[in-house]
């Protein structure tokens, strides 16, 4: 059985860093695209990031290009997003996610999701 296991996530100033890490346990997903959503308060979950299986590739909402960025490291089965120049706005619960049925970036499709973790950031 799948396990994402999100970590990282904090209360922080405007402008300050955090880096996110999702462990995968359950198998090895290596080639499988993975991805990054979060959830605003009160609003639906939306997509933030992801990375093809060999993490050639990559895509970002346009609301984080330039601040965040996706990364993976297939040998501790694990994906990372670096958040930089945070903003009032980026408070939310992150969630990992990993697509089994796909190599390639994509923004939907995903099948297995962590638990999220909380990301504040206070103006």
């Known amino acids: 059985q799948v396990q994402l296991v999100e970590s990282g996530g904090g209360l922080v100033q405007a402008g300050d860093s955090l880096r996110l890490s999702c462990a995968a346990s359950?198998?090895?997903?290596?080639?499988?695209?993975k991805g990054w959503f979060r959830q605003l308060p009160g609003k639906e979950r939306e997509f933030v990031a992801s990375i093809s299986g060999s993490g050639f590739s990559t895509d970002y909402a346009d609301s984080v290009k330039g601040r965040f960025t996706i990364s993976r490291d297939n040998a501790k089965n694990t994906v990372y997003l670096q958040m930089n120049v945070l903003r009032p706005e980026d408070t939310a619960v992150y969630y990992c996610a990993l697509n089994r049925w796909g190599t390639v970036v994509s923004r939907d499709g995903f099948t297995d999701w962590g638990q999220g973790t909380q990301v504040t950031v206070s103006s």
């Open positions: 359950g198998g090895s997903f290596s080639r499988y695209t």
